[in-house]
């Protein structure tokens, strides 16, 4: 379930009181307009994604999109030492034009890092640290440090998943489902056979790609001698008929779609020599109803470590195999009530022991294990996110968490062997993303808060600030420092839910006059495992646009959203629909309370599970709101996939059945409320089906709403001139229903 919210930009809702820097005192205020919100550059300025450190640690490579067209993302490279900056690759002069194979349309779909991007989305450094290897348009292409580009493929069907083996002697790729070889400076090999219209090797399932974070389905050992690879039989999995309705002509597409309690991929697993051969079955147990979650070699390269979670998503085997053989043993089980988080942060160690992540204590955290013994390395009330570094050698382990607020995100060091105190390592009022080289000697921090979109610096281990690498500073001709004279600060605050539990808020209001009232524009996602919206971070260019309107921009974290332990997640296990919908409803009740705020014009705007919140809200509480806007909404359960879909509700023909009470199809013709439902006619994820099974019941029950469909348009509704019309729309919609701010 996405974690984002559609439109071209992720909508975080802040609040913010005017402030004017040194440079905007020499400038008139100047308003934002939508079509300057989405139009190139980015007003939140350059927006560095995929960022790598070289192997020997003096450049930092990132993807960074171009000035005139935001959408497409070039290499570069900055000089650790220097600063210096040098584009790598160019996407435009190193790429055939090419449009991309469906399959790969699809990956970037699921990864929200670059859906809707083009041009170069991925890239892998060769151990050496004298080349990388870089997708473009479908081919493979190897850039040198010189600025010299070479290429590997040139074929009509496009390379998936290319990387470079650990030790730098192959390069590797998926083509038309099979899995191919290449050695530095030879000829490629197909290792694997068999694949069809129905059977992948080395490609992630889609639930493997859109629910569990893993995108590859195949896995190098240290030492290039063996390779992991996925075998992937859709053919059990139904078909969703996705009709890509676009201004040039129809496309249709016969998708695999697991929908809640249907069959789901059989995926197996073997490991073979570069070349294919020696292939070896891997023992993944007696039911092939499992999911594949995980796949890590240890630093030796003699065990395969594979995290194999069951279909109800209660327990979670950590498997050791044999690949010589393929036997597996458990070494170690976790088993919950409700469902099982998965995490990243496995890391194998020389020693053979290794970390691990779990909630056994009710909160996210760190254990180094050896054999059966359980080493707590972080504890306590809050929860550790991602390990970025680990330094065997000095016994320290690096990791990202929200120890001191929910708010915000900080880099931590603890001891490797031992549990002690985390150390927090930089500043606090910043929501901090880290990333280090592989022996864990040098921090790329990348940070942002309300008020400062993302910087990027390089800090040595004690998270000292060594160089700018990228300040982005909102003067001179920074593209938002024409709008800075009337950004507004953020204000944080929280009440409390029904149980008791602290429910943080944010609030974004614009220059308020004496016992004047101002429309609210409450901006919500609220599903579990993602898409949190009470955050530390840039709030996005859109958000300002609207409190230049004279909108106040409001959100609320409500029980079931992550990052705030177990328990809090888990009030949503088998009961959607209900208690975030119950926090929503209380922090319209604080709005409503406050004497700037016009009781009678609050407005709910949500997508993917903040689509159906929005249907659930006015299904729940008519009268409450004077408008919703629901964008890609899941409104029957049954249609969404197995493996989110069943982790929360369990399964369609449980006794009793979660799905009645938490579908919105049911109590749909209950909404009397002005409602917009807007939904990609293309969409591969929330498929079209939820939107023509709302609508119908609307129309039969004679129930009026209204409605946008785009055409071509998959889940994110967006990119030059879509985002400007998707926004134009809601206004317009708004402004009908006069609760629109008034000038």
Same mark, same amino acid.
């Given at each position: 379930? &996405? ?25 008139? #205020? ?55 900056? $040098? ?44 080349? =990388? ?49 290449? #050695? ?30 893993? /995108? ?22 139904? =078909?969703?008929?996705?009709?890509? =309705? ?9 998708? /695999? ?6 069959? !789901? ?74 469902? =099982?988080?998965?995490? !990243? ?23 180094? +294990? ?61 929501? !901090? ?7 864990? !000697?040098?921090?790329?921090?990348? $940070? ?58 944010? +609030? ?8 004047? /009232? ?5 901006? @919500?996602?609220?599903? #579990? ?29 409500? /029980? ?91 399964? #369609? ?71 400007? @019309? ?16 008034? &000038?």
């Amino acid at each position: 379930m &996405p974690a984002y919210l559609k439109g071209g930009v992720a909508l975080g809702a802040l609040l913010l009181m005017p402030f004017i820097s040194a440079y905007a005192q020499d400038k008139a #205020p100047r308003k934002l307009t939508l079509e300057r919100v989405f139009a190139s550059p980015d007003l939140a300025g350059p927006q560095p994604r995929g960022l790598q450190l070289s192997p020997d640690g003096s450049l930092v490579t990132l993807l960074k999109p171009r000035a005139d067209e935001k959408e497409r993302l070039d290499l570069w490279a900055i000089d650790s030492r220097t600063g210096a900056q $040098r584009m790598l690759v160019d996407s435009k002069k190193t790429g055939s034009g090419a449009e991309l194979s469906e399959a790969e349309k699809m990956q970037r779909e699921r990864d929200r890092s670059v859906a809707g991007s083009t041009g170069i989305t991925g890239y892998d450094w060769s151990p050496d640290g004298k080349s =990388i290897l870089v997708p473009v348009d479908g081919d493979l292409y190897l850039a040198k440090l010189d600025g010299t580009v070479t290429r590997l493929t040139d074929t009509p069907e496009g390379e998936l998943n290319g990387v470079v083996s650990p030790k730098g002697g192959f390069v590797s790729f998926v083509r038309d489902g099979n899995l191919f070889v290449q #050695p530095i400076g030879g000829k490629e090999t197909q290792v694997t056979q068999g694949a069809s219209d129905t059977v992948n090797w080395g490609v992630a399932e889609f639930v493997a790609q859109e629910e569990m974070d893993r /995108r590859t389905g195949y896995w190098w050992s240290p030492d290039d001698a063996r390779i992991a690879v996925a075998r992937v039989d859709e053919g059990p999995v139904g =078909i969703v008929t996705r009709t890509a =309705i676009g201004g040039e002509g129809t496309k249709v597409y016969q998708q /695999r779609y697991p929908a809640a309690g249907t069959p !789901n991929a059989i995926v197996d697993l073997y490991v073979m020599k570069p070349d294919g051969s020696g292939q070896v079955r891997i023992d993944l147990g007696g039911d092939k109803d499992i999911y594949l979650a995980r796949v890590d070699w240890s630093k030796d390269g003699k065990t395969l470590y594979v995290q194999r979670e069951s279909r109800d998503q209660k327990r979670l085997d950590l498997l050791a195999i044999d690949p010589d053989t393929g036997k597996a043993r458990i070494a170690l089980t976790e088993t919950a009530k409700s469902w =099982i988080n998965l995490s !990243n942060n496995f890391r194998p160690l020389k020693d053979g022991s290794f970390l691990w992540w779990s909630e056994k204590t009710g909160h996210g955290h760190l254990y180094r +294990i050896r054999g059966s013994q359980w080493t707590p390395l972080t504890s306590g009330d809050w929860d550790v996110r991602d390990v970025e570094g680990v330094d065997e050698a000095k016994g320290l382990v690096y990791f990202t968490g929200n120890r001191e607020t929910p708010l915000e995100q900080q880099l931590y060091v603890a001891p490797l062997g031992k549990s002690g105190p985390a150390k927090p390592l930089l500043d606090k009022g910043w929501w !901090n993303d880290a990333v280090m080289d592989g022996a864990a !000697n040098r921090i790329v921090v990348t $940070r942002q808060n309300s008020d400062q979109p993302k910087q990027l610096y390089l800090a040595d281990t004690s998270g000292k600030r060594l160089q700018w690498l990228s300040e982005n500073a909102l003067t001179g001709d920074h593209p938002y420092a024409p709008y800075v004279a009337s950004h507004v600060k953020t204000t944080f605050g929280s009440i409390k839910a029904a149980d008791g539990s602290i429910l943080y808020t944010k +609030i974004m209001t614009p220059p308020m006059e004496a016992g004047k /009232r101002y429309p609210v524009f409450m901006i @919500h996602y609220g599903g #579990p495992g993602a898409g949190r919206q009470v955050t530390n971070t840039w709030s996005g260019a859109l958000n300002q646009y609207l409190v230049d309107r004279g909108w106040i921009v409001f959100s609320i974290d409500n /029980r079931g959203t992550p990052d705030r332990g177990k328990a809090f997640e888990d009030q949503l296990y088998r009961a959607m629909g209900t208690v975030e919908v119950e926090d929503q409803l209380a922090g319209v009740d604080w709005l409503k309370a406050q004497p700037f705020v016009d009781p009678a014009r609050i407005t709910t705007y949500g997508w993917s599970y903040g689509g159906y919140m929005s249907l659930k809200l006015l299904e729940k509480a008519p009268g409450v709101f004077a408008a919703a806007i629901a964008g890609a909404p899941v409104t029957k359960w049954e249609l969404y996939d197995t493996h989110y879909t069943e982790r929360y509700l369990g399964q #369609p023909h449980d006794t009793p059945s979660a799905y009645p009470s938490s579908d919105a199809i049911a109590e749909a013709t209950k909404i009397t409320d002005p409602l917009l439902l807007i939904h990609g006619m293309s969409d591969d994820n929330v498929v079209f089906d939820n939107a023509t099974a709302f609508m119908s019941t609307m129309q039969r029950g004679a129930m009026p709403f209204e409605m946008m469909a785009y055409p071509g348009q998959t889940h994110r509704v967006g990119g030059p001139g879509i985002s400007v @019309h998707l926004w134009q729309t809601i206004e317009n919609f708004l402004d009908r229903r006069k609760v629109a701010p008034t &000038p």
